[in-house]
Each structure stands twice: as structure tokens, then as C-alpha cells.
């Protein structure tokens, strides 16, 4: 958790930019059921996360200008607290986590339909669906109901303000995602270092997260994906089902959280430790397409400019080993690239491994700015069916490193994993 100046922070920079007479609900996540009684890990939900620091299910954020912020907790039990840990408790929000008031959740109904009485606007992630549900509720309060459609009118979805503050990293988040990134890049190389065939994918995977637990970091970001050969083509393979084949390729996509900050990197690597021909002439064309793009992550230009410089030198490298035809302005005007680089070259990374924020206003690409993190990740996929010449065939790469955009240079947070051919076969020869 950072200090509780830094929540206190943004909590007052949300309510500075809420009308008069307004109220912000914002829920905490709850438990999943995975099966029967078992849940899913806990993770808290990021726009809570963001505002509170607090990190147990089941509470709700309530704030608003010119009044106390208020925070609806689970209460103490020490019958179900021996069962499923300790809780904070309603009396222990001030002094812990810096929040004027708690009340205990069961008396949310009641408090909202009080404080409504005086509430014209009311604010919430409308994409969020506990916090949905409970404005629904509130609503319905009897103290109300003469307003009701009045209020209903005068719903406004918070994530404007909330989600274009988190889009821009402070110095504490950045010293997490710093953190997030030196740590998934020991990841990646402990698996370049362990990696022989014959292993499975997914005890490659286990190899990775290891290593991030063992450093520190309580969680994966997303689910790890490993792919040997041609399941390298899909872009979220998470079956990790298969054996690593001697003259394969294996793409390793695989970030922790710290925090609750994501690191996301991929590399791709040679399961014998030796790149052959056919892949080193793909694999340098992804390399030098992701170092066009990270040169242009700079200060006014645009995610779409930086993905049209990876765009240029990918669809460039396929006309060179005979993949696609033509001319590149015209494979580029038809997008001739498309059967094997299709997807977008970097999304916004923070609390979410595709993280919020605006990639577009009023219709134009939002400009980079100092403090956004992005992620770079050109690619080329040539799957076993595709037309492609048969010796690029079943063959997937991706290049992948987190970005901070600064009114320098590009910092890369994730550099400490290699991606020169040269350096992954000396780090895979011990
Ligand atoms: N790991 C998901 C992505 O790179 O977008
Ligand atoms: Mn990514
Ligand atoms: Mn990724």
C-alpha cells in the first residue's frame, strides 16, 4: 500500500472535479466461486483499489465535495474471521486506511437513502457492475421517492475523471510498475534459462511464476501464456497443453503484479537454444519493427503512430522473404500484413494489464504524454495453414517490453530481459 496522502490525493481530485450537491458510489469487487465452496483468488477491483489502498471484498466508496468520505466495510467477526482471516472493520477505517468515516456494509441502504435527500448528481464507473447494482438500489430508497427520475436523470459515469487520472502514472506508480517490470523480466529469464525440450508448456509456465513469487510478487496480471511452435499463433493460447519440440520456437507472454500493477512482456526464444535460419530472418523483423516503434513512444505522437511505424518495417520484412507481394504502399493500402500481424502495437498498462483510459478524443488518437506507460508488441504469425512459403510455417513471434513515456528518451521498464538473438543462444548456453 502507498501512504494515505496519496489515496486521500486522488480522492480529492475527483471530488474537486464533481459538481456541487454530487455523490461518487464505487464498489469493492466480491468473492467468486470457482466451484462449489472453493473461490477464485481475491482480486480487488482497480477503481477501488485505486481510491482506497484496501484491499478485502465487499466495501463501497462513497465521497462527494464539502462532505467526509465514507467507506462501508465488512464487520469484525471473530467466528468467520477465524475461517477466513482477520477483517478491518468499520472502527479501524479511519486510523488505517486515512477514510473520514466507516460504517459497517449492512448499513449502506440506509445511509445512501439519507445522504440522497440532498444529492442532485449522482457518479459512478458505469462499467461497473457492483457499483450498478447499488445506485439501482439506492434508488429504489423510499426516502427518495419523489426524485427518483430526477436522479435517475442525473447519473453521470465517473470514470471520466477517474480514469483519465489513472492513465497518467505518479512517481509511486511508477516506482511499482518499475518494480512489476525488473521482476517479470527475471521471469522470462529464468525460463530462457530452464527451457529444454520435452518440458510441457505449462511447466514452463510454472518456472515463470515461480520466479515472480519467489521475488516478491503475490499474483500473476493475467493468465501466462506459453506456446511452443504453432501455438504461438494464438494470440491468448492458455492451454498450455502441449510438449516443447526440439526446433521449435516457444512464445513465453507472462507478467506479474505489483501492487496491483501489471508488467506484461513477451519474448520469444528457441526451445534448443539455437535460432535456425527460417526463424532468425522472422525474428529480426519483428525485432527491428518493435525498435521503430519504441523510437516514435515519444511526447505528442499518437499509439497509431507508433503501430504504423511497427505496421511499416513488419510489412516491409514479409514483402523480403517472399511472404506477401507487392509494392509496400500498396501491401500497406491493402493490408496485405493482416493473415499474420493482427492485432493493435501497444495498449496503456497500469492497475489492468489493458489498462483505462482514452485512446481517442473527439475522434483523433490522444496524444502521448509524459508518465502514460504503454506496452510495445509487434509481431508476425505464420501458422501451419497459412499460405506463407513452408519454411516460415508454425512459426509465432512476439516482442513485447512496458514503456514510460517521458520528455526524453522512451524508458523501457521491462529491459532487463534480452531480445538480440546473440544474447538469448550466450544466456541459453549457460
Ligand atoms: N498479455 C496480453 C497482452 O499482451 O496484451
Ligand atoms: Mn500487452
Ligand atoms: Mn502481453
Known amino acids: 500500500m502507498f501512504s494515505l496522502h496519496v489515496y486521500q490525493q486522488r480522492r480529492d481530485h475527483l471530488k474537486a472535479l464533481m459538481p456541487d450537491k454530487s455523490l461518487a458510489i464505487v464498489s469493492a469487487a466480491h468473492e467468486i466461486i470457482r466451484n462449489r465452496d472453493a473461490e477464485y483468488p481475491f482480486r ?18 462513497v465521497i462527494g465535495p464539502n462532505q467526509p468520505d465514507r467507506l462501508f466495510v465488512r464487520p469484525k467477526n471473530p467466528d468467520q474471521e477465524v475461517w477466513t482471516g482477520r477483517r478491518l472493520g468499520p472502527e479501524n477505517v479511519q486510523t488505517q486506511l486515512g477514510i473520514d468515516e466507516g460504517f459497517p456494509i449492512d448499513a449502506l441502504d440506509t445511509e445512501l437513502g439519507r445522504l440522497l435527500r ?27 421517492k419523489s426524485r427518483r427520475q430526477d436522479l435517475l436523470s442525473h447519473c453521470a459515469d465517473l470514470s471520466r475523471h477517474l480514469h483519465r487520472a489513472r492513465l497518467i502514472k505518479s512517481d509511486e ?161 491493402e493490408k496485405r500484413y493482416l493473415p499474420y500481424y493482427m492485432h493493435g502495437t501497444g495498449h496503456f498498462l497500469g492497475l489492468d494489464v489493458h489498462d483505462v483510459g482514452a485512446y481517442e478524443d473527439d475522434g483523433r488518437p490522444v496524444e502521448l504524454s509524459e508518465g502514460m506507460v504503454i506496452t510495445c508488441e509487434p509481431g508476425l504469425y505464420i501458422d501451419q495453414r497459412s499460405d506463407a512459403p ?38 541459453m548456453r549457460g
Not at 444529492?119 to 445506485?135: K, N
Not at 510455417?393 to 538473438?421: A, H, Y
Open 118 to 144: 440532498d444529492v442532485v448528481w449522482l457518479e459512478y464507473p458505469f462499467q461497473c457492475m457492483q457499483s450498478s447494482a447499488i445506485v439501482d438500489q439506492a434508488i429504489k430508497s423510499k426516502s427518495i
Open 173 to 333: 506508480e511508477i516506482t511499482a510498475m518499475r518494480e512489476a517490470g525488473r521482476i517479470s523480466a527475471l521471469g522470462h529469464v529464468a525460463a530462457m534459462q530452464a527451457c529444454e525440450p520435452g518440458m510441457t508448456e505449462d511447466q514452463l509456465a510454472s518456472i515463470v511464476e515461480h520466479c515472480f513469487r519467489m521475488e516478491g510478487s503475490p499474483a500473476v496480471a493475467y493468465q501466462t501464456i506459453v506456446g511452443g511452435g504453432d501455438n504461438a499463433c494464438i494470440l491468448h493460447y492458455i492451454d498450455r497443453a502441449d510438449r516443447l519440440q526440439d526446433g521449435d520456437l516457444v512464445l513465453i507472454d507472462a507478467g506479474c503484479e505489483v501492487q496491483g500493477y501489471a508488467g506484461d512482456i513477451t519474448r520469444t526464444f528457441p526451445i534448443n537454444g539455437s535460432f535456425s535460419s527460417a526463424q532468425a530472418d522472422l525474428y529480426d523483423v519483428v525485432l527491428s519493427a518493435q525498435a521503430e516503434a519504441i523510437q516514435a513512444m515519444v511526447v505528442g505522437n499518437s499509439i497509431k503512430q507508433f503501430h504504423e511505424a511497427a505496421l511499416r518495417r513488419l510489412t516491409e520484412g514479409l514483402i523480403d522473404l517472399n511472404i506477401i507481394e507487392g509494392s509496400i504502399e500498396s501491401a500497406l493500402e
Open 390 to 427: 513452408e519454411r516460415y510455417r508454425g512459426i509465432g513471434i512476439r516482442i513485447e517490453d512496458d514503456v514510460l513515456i517521458t520528455n526524453q528518451d522512451p524508458d523501457i521498464l521491462t529491459s532487463k530481459v534480452p531480445k538480440e538473438r546473440f544474447d538469448i543462444e550466450t544466456l
Open 44 to 61: 480487488q477491483s482497480s477503481d477501488f483499489w485505486y481510491l482506497t489502498g484496501f484491499t478485502e471484498p465487499d466495501a463501497v466508496l
